[in-house]
C-alpha cells in the first residue's frame, strides 16, 4: 500500500527500515488525517456519540502517537544528525496539533453531549477525565477571561524558559581556577578533568565548576574548608541579586506565582494548589500539608539523631569542632566511609546482567501468574532484545504484551532509564480487534569486558526493577478503552507506586540469592557484603526525608499561602525561612538562596506537586508491605498477594482512581507506617542519641 515504513500500522514498527526521509512525509500524512478526522467528528451534523467519535477520532490520533512515538524512540536511542533535523523539523507541527486538539470547543461540545448512560465504566472514566481536560484547559472561558487565559499561559511558558536559562547561565558563569595544593582529597578523575576543563581555556590550574559531576565530589571529598565553602556560597546563591542582575529569577518568581494564581482564579480556584491537585489523586492542599506535617514530625527525631552522630564524629575524628553548612557533606562521606566499608566494585561481580535479567523474570512469573519468551521483531540495533509475555488460560495460551528491552549505553543513545509505550491495549473502535500493549524499556548498563558478561551495579538493578514496575502496569493491564489502559489517565502523583514498589525485591536476601552469580566462581551473594549494603541502604535517612519535606513543604505553602498579587520581593524567602524553622535540622546560612533555582517547580511540570515524590513512595512501601504479611514458609511471597495486586492495580491501570484501586488491593487507605520501617525510622532511639 504504502513503501513508508512509518505508515504500516499493520503490526509492530518496523525500526529497522525507518530512514530519516521518511519522518516529514509520514507525519504530514498521519497529521492531515488527524486533522480531517477532528474537522469530521466537529461537523454540525455529526453525532455526539462516543464509539462514532472514537471510530473517527480517535483512530486517527493514535496512528498519530505511535509513528511519532517511533520517530521520537530512535531520536532517543539511535541519534543522527539528519534525524534530529528531521525529527525537530516535525515537532511544532505534531505539538501544535495536540494543543489544538485539547483546547478546540467544537470537540469539547461533542463530548458535553454525549449520554454517559450510553457509556460502560471504563469509557465513563476516560469521558470524565477528557471533560476534566477540557476545563483545566480554559474552554469553559468566555470572552475576555479566554484571551487572558490564552496570555496567561504564553507569557508562563516564557517565563518559565527564561527562568531555567538563567539557572543553567548562573551556573555556568561561576568558574575556580584552582591549585593543585587545594585539590588534596578530591578523586583524581574529577582533578584530572578540571585540569583537562582548564587546559581547554588554555588556562594554568583546575577549573572547577558548580556542575554535579564537579560540584559534589569537591563538597564531599575536598579537605581544604575554604574550597568547599568557596563553590558552597556560589553554589546556593545562582542566580539570585547576590549575583550578575541578568540572571536574578528573583522578580521572575513573583510574576509566575501571580499569574499561577490568576490562572487558578479564572478556573473557579482559590489558589494554584487547589488547582494543581484537581487531576491528582491527593484531595486537596491540605490534605498534601497534612501528610507533609504528619511525615515531618516522625522522621524528625531520626534527622536529629543523624545530626548529632555528624556533629560528634566531626569533633572526635575530623577535629571540626562547629561544622558550617560546606562541612556536612564531607562530614556525612567520611561517616559513612567508617562505618560500611565497602565498594560498589566489590558488589557488581555479582550481578552480571543476563543472571539478573533471569532472576527479574522468575519473580514476575511466579507473582503475576505469567510467562516471559524471546520474540521476534525489527529492531534498531543488535543488542536490543524483544519479548513476549504470555498467560495460560483455559482456553489456551493467550499473548498479553511484548517488550523492547535495549539495555547497553552506547553512542548516540540518550543517558538514564525510562518506559515508553509503543503501543497501548484497546479493543479497537473500527475493527473491534483487541490491540495488545507493547513496551519499551529503556536502560544504559556498560558493556560486557573481556568476554565477560555486563556487569551491573545495585543502584543498576534497582534502575532495571524500577522501569519493569512501569513496564509491567502498561502491559498486565486489561482495560479495553485506550485513554485509561495501562499507565494512561493514572493521576501523576501515584504513577510511581507500581515502578517503586518493584525495587523493593533488590533488598531481599532470597530474592538476591537467587539473582546473583559471581562472574568468575559463581558464587551467590555472600551474607557479610549483603547486611553491609543494607546498613548503608539508610544512612541519613532521616536527615535526607526531612530535606525533601522541605521543598515539598515550601512547594505547597507557596501555591496555597501566600498571596501572590500582594506579594514583596522578600516574602519567598521568608515562608521558607518559616518552613525550615519547621522541618529542617540543619541550619541554612542566611545568604543562602536555593528557590532561586528550584526548577522543579518554577520551569518542570512540579508545580504544587513536588510532595508526588514522598507521596509515592508511600503507596509503594504500603503496597509491598502487604507481601512482606504473607510471605510463605520458604520466605516467598504470596501468590496469592501478587493476584490481588496485579487485579487491583496492575490490571485496573487508569479505569479508575488510584485511591479505588489501592483500597480495593489494601483494604483501606494507605498508611505512613511501612515507608518509615522500610528506612529504618520505626526503631526505636537509643537515649545517648538524643542528647
Ligand atoms: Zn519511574
Redesign the pocket.
Known sequence: MTSNPLLDFSDLPLFDRIQPEHVAPAIDAVLKQAEAALEQVTAPDFPSEWMAIARVLDVATERLGRAWGAVGHLNAVADTPALRAAYNEAMPRVTAFWTRLGADERLYAKYKGIDVATLNAEQRKAHANAMRNFVLGGAELQGAARERYAEIQERQAELSQKFSEHALDSTDAFAHYAELSELDGVPPDVVAAARAAAEAEGKAGYKLTLKMPCYLPVMQFARSSALRERLYRAYVTRASEFGDPSFDNTPLILEILKLRQEEAQLLGYRNFGELSVVPKMAESPEQVIGFLRDLAAKAKPYGQRDVVQLRDFASRELGIADPQPWDWSYIGEKLKEARYAFSEQEVKPYFPAPKVLDGLFKIVQNLFEVQIRRDEAPVWHPSVVFYRIERQTPEGVQKVGQFYLDPSARAAKRGGA??DDVRARWLRPDDQRLQTPVAHLVCNFAEGVDGKPPLLTHDDVITLF??F??GLHHMLTQVNEHDVSGISGVEWDA??LP??FMENFCWEWDVLQNMTAHVDTGAPLPRALYDKMIAAKNFQSGMQTLRQIEFALFDMLLHTQLDASAAQPGAVMALLNEVRTEVAVLPSPEFSRTPMTFTHIFSGGYAAGYYSYKWAEVLSADAYAAFEETVDAQGLPSVETGRRYREAILEAGGSRSAMESFKAFRGREPSIDALLRHQGMSEPLAEEALA
Open positions: 525510562w518506559m524500577h522501569e514496575g512501569h504513577v510511581e515502578s517503586q
